[in-house]
């Protein structure tokens, strides 16, 4: 990875953690154990998904950037897919409470977004890259006189 995608994980990932601390806390307090496991889950679950979506992404764009639109858009369906597969599994379950499971996961995918935007909005990306090979001096384009 290059710097810049380390740097705007850990802008993404680091809310996202303190998000999750404190959701783990709040549902300790207000469902017991339990809660708190649920809360950790979801935390967890979101990381996951969107740190290795991310990661999917970022390889995308470096190796095959022409694929880079419609990745985003697979991408997001799988990991739809693997949250209902997820879901399913764990349906009716008492290993963990299910109310702070949903409600960490929905806010730390919230802060995981909100993030990613901020991160993507303060990096400076280069939409032209300059080449240091050529030389300082401008060519002639058009017709001479």
């Known amino acids: 990875m290059r710097s810049n995608d380390v740097r705007n994980l850990l802008h993404t990932a680091v809310?996202?953690?303190?998000?999750?601390?404190?959701?783990?806390?709040?549902?300790?307090?207000?469902?017991?154990g339990k809660g708190a496991l649920g809360a950790a889950v979801?935390?967890?679950?979101?990381?996951?998904?969107?740190?290795?979506?991310?990661?999917?992404?970022?390889?995308?764009?470096?190796?095959?950037?022409?694929?880079?639109?419609?990745?985003?858009?697979?991408?997001?369906?799988?990991?739809?897919?693997?949250?209902?597969?997820?879901?399913?599994?764990?349906?009716?379950?008492?290993?963990?409470?299910?109310?702070?499971?949903?409600?960490?996961?929905?806010?730390?995918t919230v802060v995981w977004m909100a993030a990613q935007i901020r991160a993507h909005l303060k990096s400076q990306i280069f939409y032209v890259e300059p080449d240091s090979e050529k030389s300082d001096k401008p060519q002639k384009t058009g017709p001479s006189s």
């Open 42 to 108: 979801g935390v967890l679950l979101t990381l996951l998904f969107m740190g290795i979506g991310l990661y999917v992404l970022q390889w995308t764009a470096k190796t095959l950037p022409q694929l880079f639109q419609a990745m985003g858009l697979m991408l997001y369906v799988a990991q739809l897919l693997l949250l209902m597969i997820f879901l399913a599994l764990f349906k009716g379950t008492t290993l963990f409470n299910a109310k702070a499971f949903a409600f960490s996961l929905v806010a730390a």
């Open 15 to 32: 809310p996202t953690a303190a998000v999750g601390v404190v959701a783990v806390a709040v549902s300790a307090a207000v469902a017991g």
